[in-house]
């Protein structure tokens, strides 16, 4: 009697929305790897229990086959060249459609702070005020900083770039309208595309 082959494990169904985009290798590329992985750091200073938050999204969306436990999140977010514990495993496009899907699904659940914290930023800009003149955003962007110095290589030269606090910062912001970008209609599927910008084939 032959023995029948395994079964294919199946896509979970929230991610059969977002396309399998034309790269080698069909893995994520270092850019993308990079740029999801910050975009949840930024989730993690924007929400204490970020990490918690991210796992408990994982079980919410289904998407426990593709990241089961802490160990299984920290390994595909330490395929983020920048880090310093940096994985040389890839991050496959269903581990990477799993993240940003997590990614546009809290930062939905976060968009109230997000909206308030753009547009306190963009009071203090019109004051000539420094962000830290406005005590949520100041938090934000403290947390974050101190979040990217703990986890990135210093001796990377794409990590050296960001030494000064007001070039983090500047990071820290462009991730906030990021993720604002992440909470409207179509979020991830435009989130996914744009991860892939002059990277596809």
């Not at 790269?23 to 790897?33: A, K, W």
């Not at 547009?119 to 990217?148: G, I």
């Not at 960001?162 to 500047?170: G, P, R, V």
Request: aromatic share 6%; glycine share 4%; net charge positive.
């Amino acid at each position: 009697m032959q023995a029948s082959s395994p079964p294919t494990p199946s896509v979970p169904a929230v991610l059969s929305l977002l396309p399998d985009p034309n790269v080698p290798e069909g893995v994520c590329p270092r850019r993308t790897r990079q740029d999801i992985d910050l975009l949840l750091l930024a989730i993690e200073a924007l929400d204490l229990g970020g990490s918690e938050a991210i796992l408990a999204a994982a079980r919410q969306l289904e998407l426990s086959d593709v990241i089961p436990n802490r160990v299984a999140l920290w390994k595909l977010r330490a395929t983020n060249p920048l880090r310093r514990n940096s994985q040389r495993r890839p991050l496959s496009l269903t581990e990477g459609k799993a993240l940003v899907v997590i990614t546009c699904h809290l930062a939905r659940r976060l968009t109230v702070l997000v909206r308030q914290l753009m547009f306190a930023y963009e009071q203090m800009v019109e004051k000539q005020f420094t962000p830290d003149h406005h005590l949520r955003l100041s938090n934000y962007l403290e947390r974050f900083r101190a979040h990217f110095r703990s986890r990135m290589n210093p001796k990377r030269s794409a990590v050296t770039a960001y030494s000064s606090d007001e070039k983090l910062n500047e990071l820290a912001l462009t991730l906030l309208g990021q993720l604002l970008f992440c909470t409207g209609t179509a979020g991830s599927q435009r989130l996914w595309s744009s991860l892939f910008d002059g990277e596809v084939s």
